[in-house]
């Protein structure tokens, strides 16, 4: 009896541990639901600048991105991914993807090279932006490639989590999840309360700066 609490006693704190860490990776309390989304300015690919404020009046969501993560190109390569990115854009909403990976890391590339890799995956996004020091992935407490962020006309943060409820989900089956980030907008455009604000984000760790 006293092996088995023992072990049991060791597994939870392992868990513990390993949360801790994955928090501590990525942690920040600045990113709240119901509170204004910490604003920020980044480079984008394209050569401009990207400032949160000045989209006050506009639907945003910040997708964190890495082409290298099996989780990041199994929503793209099946199409999922672009065409949500389609479909809300053209309805007005900008849709940012921040790449927080430091330089030597996997998903870094430099400007020339993320697009080419985006024009390959089939990304519509409005912008993709470089947080190489990863200090905006940071602030909003990113974890993960996808981890994903709505903020809303009034600068306010409405959800945060996963693209959807299905992280193990095949080629063939990603197209069929709940998918959180649309019934977010959707619920969200039509002037009601976000029914899901958080889900458990999925996919590859955020390879910050060491």
């Not at 998918?179 to 955020?206: F, I, K």
């Amino acid at each position: 009896m006293k092996e088995f609490h023992a072990s049991a006693y060791f597994s939870v704190l392992l868990l513990v541990l390993v949360f801790i860490g994955v928090k501590q990776q990525g942690s920040s309390d600045d990113a709240e639901i119901g509170k204004p989304a910490p604003v920020f300015t980044l480079p984008g690919t394209d050569g401009e600048s990207y400032d949160l404020e000045s989209l006050q009046g506009e639907f945003v969501v910040l997708e964190w991105l890495n082409f290298g993560c099996p989780y990041v190109e199994r929503h793209y390569r099946t199409g999922n991914m672009p065409a949500l990115q389609k479909e809300y854009t053209e309805k007005g909403v900008k849709w940012l993807s921040i790449v927080s990976s430091a330089p030597g890391t996997q998903g870094y590339y430099e400007s020339d090279e993320m697009n080419a890799e985006n024009e390959k995956m089939g990304g519509m996004q409005s912008a993709i932006l470089l947080d190489p020091e990863g200090d905006v992935g940071k602030m909003y407490g990113a974890i993960t490639t996808p981890h994903m962020y709505i903020i809303d006309k009034e600068g306010i943060l409405i959800y945060k989590g996963g693209i959807d409820d299905q992280p193990r989900a095949s080629y063939e089956k990603t197209k069929l999840a709940d998918n959180y980030v649309r019934a977010a907008l959707e619920e969200a455009m039509n002037g009601d309360e976000v029914s899901v604000p958080t889900s458990r984000p999925y996919g590859c760790s955020v390879k910050y700066k060491k």
